[in-house]
């Protein structure tokens, strides 16, 4: 482990006050041992220059998918109060809720045979890589703002999904602080021919198979059988979601230096919450934010469409599991020093994982915990779990949101070969399609941390317990 980082239980590590100058709270990460020797020192220190921001409470936070990202680590958490905290793009990330869903059906691998004419299909049907466009929004200026005001909403009102997909998204799919003001013209002009596309990098559309159950109660609640057929989406929200970051990194960057807040890291540029430019750019956060739901719901669609006519299932037969963000700031009610607080939860690759009983949470699965979604790397086991009370004790009602990379693209590009990967994969029944072959390479399993040590961390810690694993026997990579 690294020089100064304690051990304060199984899996669990802190990185103390004073291991660099200004923390105002320690920092706390969650690793197993063999984790723990794949950890970078810079995401130790991103998590413990985190530490050093104002109004920050209680710790800040490391997943154990955690790794080196800009400003946050990648699977870094953080709580800041409403009165003296900041809201930080590096917190957020450039792909505002990039997230995943998960849609089941009542088919087994079996009627699935000839799945590569339906992982054919997809791939035609669902726009994929750098810049890819859709014609469903037809150019128009209403449908993007109706996208980024209602989130899925907009999509099922517009013929997209179903008024019960709704209930089955964090948040109901839409934050109501979306101010469309603060989304640039650029940003606009970026997002009105992306809706419905699944976009490039680690984004992908995925058919599984339920391959083990571990909790048969919770199982039962979200949908999910042993054998049973899914399909797990995992996009953002697109261009539009990345120029609003950039617009509003420079605008904050000036605000870190107005409002005299001192940083270790010029990636953590932030305002306090109540400035004017924090509600700016939480505003035009929310709102590709709810873009991106609205993205999802409208992939959700044509993936309906497509089983709807191969296999005679209706789209109620294909219902919505869970829709979760990964990437996004939000208001949320904790307990803080035995108190109800309202504070501003920063997840960066991140999952929420609200435990059972905590409002917000659909009537049915209230006694269980929320739908957690932990997707693999293309070759390697998917899991969905539950949130838990541990979690909302530990880490603001948070988990790990995926496996975590241990190697950068440019290193898996020179170092794997797309058509080598693609061929592997096959040899174990897994098809994979994607615009070339570097998004093969890119996105290859040895590029991840495995995805069964990552999940065992955080359900041995309890902040989420397993409740299925899905093995994928297609994937469609952006």
């Not at 984790?35 to 997943?63: D, F, K, Y």
């Not at 559309?205 to 057929?229: C, H, K, N, S, T």
């Not at 899914?230 to 979601?241: A, E, K, P, Q």
Request: net charge neutral; charged share 20%.
């Amino acid at each position: 482990m690294i020089e100064g980082v304690k051990r304060t239980g199984i899996n669990e590590w802190e990185i103390p006050l004073g291991y660099i100058p200004g923390m105002r709270v320690p920092g706390r990460f969650f690793l197993s041992d063999p984790l723990a020797a794949m950890l970078e020192e810079g995401a130790v220190r991103q998590l413990a220059n985190v530490a050093t921001m104002p109004g920050i409470l209680q710790n800040s936070l490391g997943m154990p998918d955690i790794h080196w990202g800009y400003g946050f680590p990648i699977g870094g958490v953080a709580a800041f109060s409403l009165d003296e905290g900041v809201i930080s793009p590096g917190g957020v990330g450039f792909d505002i809720n990039c997230g995943v869903r998960l849609i089941t059906t009542p088919l087994e691998l079996r009627d699935v045979a000839g799945k590569g004419e339906i992982i054919d299909e997809l791939f035609q049907a669902v726009p994929t890589g750098v810049g890819a466009k859709s014609s469903l929004l037809k150019n128009s200026e209403k449908s993007l703002d109706g996208m980024m005001l209602q989130g899925a909403r907009w999509a099922v009102e517009n013929g997209y999904g179903m008024e019960r997909d709704l209930a089955r998204c964090e948040d109901n799919g839409c934050m109501n602080e979306a101010d469309r003001r603060e989304v640039s013209r650029k940003a606009r002009q970026r997002g009105i021919p992306q809706g419905g596309t699944l976009g490039s990098g680690n984004h992908f559309l995925e058919l599984q198979v339920v391959q083990e159950i571990y909790d048969p109660a919770a199982a039962r609640a979200f949908g999910l059988a042993e054998g049973q057929v899914c399909c797990m989406i995992h996009c953002g929200s697109r261009g539009l979601g990345h120029q609003v970051c950039t617009d509003h990194l420079k605008v904050l960057e000036a605000a870190t230096r107005k409002y005299h807040v001192s940083l270790p890291d010029r990636q953590l540029a932030c305002a306090p919450l109540a400035s004017p430019e924090g509600k700016a750019y939480f505003g035009a956060m929310a709102a590709a934010a709810n873009y991106a739901w609205a993205n999802r719901q409208m992939i959700t669609h044509t993936v309906r469409q497509i089983f709807s006519r191969r296999f005679g299932i209706g789209y109620d037969e294909m219902p919505l599991v869970y829709d979760v963000a990964h990437n996004i700031a939000k208001f949320e009610e904790h307990l803080v020093d035995a108190r109800k607080t309202r504070v501003c939860v920063h997840r960066k690759g991140a999952t929420r994982a609200f435990g059972p009983g905590t409002p917000g949470l659909p009537a049915e699965l209230a006694a269980i915990g929320q739908p957690v979604i932990i997707p693999g790397s293309m070759g390697t086991s998917s899991y969905v779990l539950r949130g838990t009370a541990v979690a909302m004790e530990k880490t603001f009602g948070s988990t790990c949101h995926g496996a975590g990379r241990v190697m950068s693209r440019s290193q898996a590009k020179k170092r794997l070969s797309g058509k080598e990967v693609a061929a592997d994969l096959a040899r174990q029944g897994i098809l994979v399609r994607a615009p070339h072959e570097n998004a093969i390479a890119d996105e290859a399993p040895d590029v991840y941390k495995p995805s069964g040590e990552v999940v065992g961390v955080v359900h041995d810690v309890g902040i989420s317990r397993r409740v299925a694993r899905l093995s994928p026997i297609g994937v469609i990579k952006g």
